[in-house]
């Protein structure tokens, strides 16, 4: 997994540069997009502005409690919205949830680099717990994914521990777990994960566990 790392804006115009010489188009699947151009410092539009469409939710880093939005030419959404439909993805009296949605997409993407900035302090916490392992400079979003493998313990057994305390993550391969900060997390709840991760980590695994 990738773990939050960026496709440079330069990067994407090349790929989409090439691929529209080939007669191909290209679609930017941009989950996290606006955690990107918090991180760049750049603007959604520039760094999508040679793709053919693109996907960007308006739940994970912009904090909707659910919705993500297609973008592309006229004739695009009008066939989206068919296979929407065919899928049973269509949905009524949806009002309160594009609410909710423009709220996120309005306001949201302004206090992004507090959840950047939580995960790097949780990055740098976790570097100096003896037996996991990551390099923060490489934690340039929300997302911090490390290695777990010298605790003599796997990814979901320290995840399972992890949750008992009250502090969520996710096993992603056999040593590897995956936090992601978000606007529901402060920085004293990064604090506090760090405090439980020690705990955690400092614990035998028990048999048979």
């Known amino acids: 997994m990738a773990g939050g790392t960026i496709y440079e804006t330069a990067q994407v115009a090349e790929i989409c540069d090439r691929a529209h010489d080939a007669g191909l188009k290209v679609h930017l699947d941009g989950a996290r997009i606006f955690n990107a151009a918090t991180a760049l410092g750049e603007k959604v539009a520039d760094m999508a502005r040679k793709v053919d469409s693109v996907m960007f939710c308006l739940s994970?880093?912009?904090?909707?409690?659910?919705?993500?939005?297609?973008?592309?030419?006229?004739?695009?959404?009008?066939?989206?919205?068919?296979?929407?439909?065919?899928?049973?993805?269509?949905?009524?009296?949806a009002g309160i949830l594009a609410a909710a949605g423009l709220i996120a997409l309005e306001k949201s993407p302004a206090r992004l680099h507090i959840d950047h900035a939580n995960a790097r302090r949780l990055a740098e916490g976790i570097a100096h717990k003896p037996g996991l392992s990551i390099d923060p400079a490489k934690v340039r979003t929300n997302i911090v994914i490390f290695d777990c493998a010298k605790t003599g313990k796997t990814a979901v057994e320290l995840v399972e521990e992890l949750?008992?305390?009250?502090?969520?993550?996710?096993?992603?391969?056999?040593?590897?777990?995956?936090?992601?900060?978000?606007?529901?997390?402060?920085?004293?709840?990064?604090?506090?994960?760090?405090?439980?991760?020690?705990?955690?980590?400092?614990?035998?695994?028990?048999a048979g566990a």
């Open 60 to 93: 994970k880093g912009l904090g909707a409690p659910v919705g993500s939005m297609l973008v592309g030419s006229k004739s695009f959404i009008d066939k989206g919205r068919i296979y929407r439909k065919m899928f049973g993805g269509g949905m009524r009296q």
């Open 163 to 206: 949750y008992a305390r009250g502090v969520w993550a996710q096993d992603t391969v056999r040593y590897s777990v995956r936090f992601v900060t978000h606007c529901d997390v402060d920085r004293a709840g990064i604090e506090r994960a760090l405090t439980v991760l020690e705990d955690v980590v400092a614990r035998p695994q028990r």
